[in-house]
Every structure is written in structure tokens, then in C-alpha cells.
């Protein structure tokens, strides 16, 4: 398996990945959107709230708030052996305020500085002149399959490599793929009369060109085992550490196999 | 208020609205804007354009 990164920042990785079938790359996937663990807010006792905003939308928006997670230092709440809440499970964050004034993510007050909302100016509600709200919510560990808003991953997903092959013996060189082509990857070289591809791994493979092309001399198809795979998070966990989870719980369920064969 | 996060891909598109609303009321290009803020996908770009904040 070869492995080329082509693009990365603090919460988003393109690569290409070589050698591999489709069911693998296609677990990796399902893993890291819907298996890795990350943190939301789960419980909030809501002690006040004068606000126009409804307590269960108030509670809806505070979930969907992505809180930087610490994997190492933290079990989820099922595998936890204390009878509530403890340190280990979840993390407290507190939010008192009195309007006027738009309550930012950075009013939660977390317990712990390590555990805290990935963005600061997260909009959660609007208090208006004397409304005061005053809440603590509990963020645990949880997985996509039990709630969406534990999904790590934003946008994950691969494709097909591309190939474009022009056949030079067919083609007229009368440069209509060139004009065709919605995202500019073909190009004509004036000099040896020929259409060469520019851009591939920007190729969406339409085939726009294909049906433009009269003499049927460009073929548009995936190359057999190679994907361009796009990982992008929420902020929780970088998109390496998401990554590398997953394939730690892929190979522990062969583990699981593995065992009840033998 | 605008949504936490995009409808359809599930990022945090809240957090930039601030700074979309005060640029584009300074009469700047939302196109513009929305580049500058990495706002790439048109999932998460229909949000900010399409969100009329009424309260």
C-alpha cells in the first residue's frame, strides 16, 4: 500500500492511496465517521433560562458544539465503572450570563482548560435587557452510530482515481474535450497538434468530454485499487489521530474473528 | 440565529457568521468573504447565504 498526502491543514487531509480494494477503503471510512469516539454535550441541567430560546433547543444547539477531545485520558461513559458522572467519563462545563448580550461558545466555562469548545465564537443564544441563563452541561464521550453529533469526521469520503486516455490514432485534434470540460483538466498543445491532460486529480470523471468528442478517441474511467480518500473533522481530533483510531478499530474486530476461529 | 453547523456535511459554519454578517454589511462581495473564511463547499456556502436572521 503506497500512501501520497496531497493536501493538509489543522482539520482537513487529502492523500492517495494505492493497492488497496474497495471493502478496505470503505470500512476505514465507515470507522472514522461513525465508530471513532470524540465529545459532546449530553446532559445539561438548565437552572435558568429566561430566554426566548426553547430549554431543548438551547440543549440541541450546546450538542452540536465540537469540544477538543483527549482519547488517552478518557473512557466512554458505558465502559466506565463509576455509577454517574466522574472525571474519567465526562467533562463539566458551566455557562452563567445575564443580558443583554449573544452568548458566545467561549462564555462555557469548562473544568478542565484542555477540554474545551474548539471555537470561541459559536453563537448559542440571545439574551435580551434583565434575561439571565445559568445551566451545566456534561460532555461524554460517545460514537457516530449512537448520535450524530459524535461523528469526528465533517466530510470523509474517496474516489476513483481518475485516467483519461486520449486515442491518438481517432483523434481529429479538433480540441472540443478542451471546451467541453466544465473543470478546464484538458489542454491543447498547439505544438505537437495533441490533447494533453493537465489537472487529473481535479477530474470529477463527468465524462463531458466523452460526449463531446465525435470520433470517440477519449475514454474517462477509474483506476482499478487507487482512491483519492478526503478527511475532514470537526476540530475535536485532527484528522490523523481520527485516522489512525480507526484503523486501530478495524484491526481489533479481525482480532475479535480471529480469536472466535481459533 | 444561524444553525450550529451545515445541513448537509455538518461543519461548523456558526462560528464565521459574525464575521460574514459584519463584512458583507460593510459591503464587501460574499463571494469574496466566503473565500477568505474557507468556506469551500457549496453545501456550507448556501447556509451563509441563504440564513435571514430574524430575532
Known amino acids: 500500500m503506497e500512501i501520497t498526502i496531497k493536501n493538509k491543514d489543522d482539520n482537513m487531509m487529502v492523500f492517495v492511496v494505492e493497492g488497496v480494494d474497495i471493502p478496505f477503503i470503505n470500512a476505514i471510512r465507515r470507522i472514522c465517521t461513525v465508530e471513532v469516539p470524540t465529545l459532546a454535550i449530553e446532559d445539561v441541567d438548565i437552572y435558568k433560562n429566561d430566554a426566548k430560546i426553547f430549554d431543548e433547543a438551547l440543549a440541541h444547539r450546546l450538542g452540536l458544539i465540537p469540544i477538543k477531545t483527549d482519547l488517552d485520558s478518557m473512557v466512554l461513559a458505558s465502559e466506565c465503572d463509576c455509577e454517574d458522572h466522574c472525571p474519567r467519563c465526562s467533562v463539566s462545563l458551566l455557562l452563567k450570563e445575564k443580558g443583554p448580550k449573544i452568548v458566545y461558545s467561549k462564555d462555557l466555562k469548562s473544568q478542565d482548560p484542555n477540554l474545551k469548545p474548539v471555537h470561541d465564537t459559536i453563537p448559542i443564544m440571545k439574551l435580551r435587557e434583565g434575561e439571565e441563563v445559568e445551566l451545566e452541561a456534561k460532555a461524554q464521550l460517545g460514537i457516530g452510530l449512537e448520535h450524530a453529533k459524535w461523528q469526528p469526521t465533517t466530510s470523509c469520503a474517496y474516489r476513483y482515481y481518475p485516467q483519461i486516455t486520449v486515442d491518438t490514432e481517432k483523434c481529429e485534434a479538433c480540441a472540443k474535450c478542451v471546451e467541453e470540460c466544465p473543470r478546464g483538466i484538458l489542454e491543447f498543445d498547439e505544438k505537437e497538434n495533441r490533447v494533453i491532460v493537465s489537472d487529473l486529480e481535479n477530474c470529477s470523471m463527468c465524462r463531458t468530454c466523452v460526449k463531446g468528442c465525435e470520433s470517440n478517441a477519449i475514454t474517462v474511467e477509474g483506476q482499478e485499487g487507487k482512491f483519492i480518500f478526503k478527511i475532514e473533522t470537526d476540530g475535536s481530533l485532527p484528522p490523523e489521530e481520527v485516522l489512525a483510531r480507526a484503523c486501530d478499530i478495524l484491526s481489533k474486530k479481525t482480532d475479535q474473528i480471529i480469536e472466535f476461529c481459533g | ?55
Not at chain 2, 459584519?22 to 460574499?30: H, L, M, Y
Open chain 2, 1 to 55: 440565529m444561524i444553525p450550529v453547523r451545515c445541513f448537509s456535511c455538518g461543519k461548523v459554519i456558526s462560528a464565521y457568521f459574525d464575521e460574514y454578517q459584519k463584512r458583507t454589511a460593510d459591503g464587501e462581495d460574499p463571494k469574496k468573504v466566503l473565500d477568505d473564511l474557507g468556506i469551500t463547499k457549496y453545501c456550507c456556502r448556501r447556509m451563509f447565504i441563504t440564513h435571514v436572521e430574524v430575532w
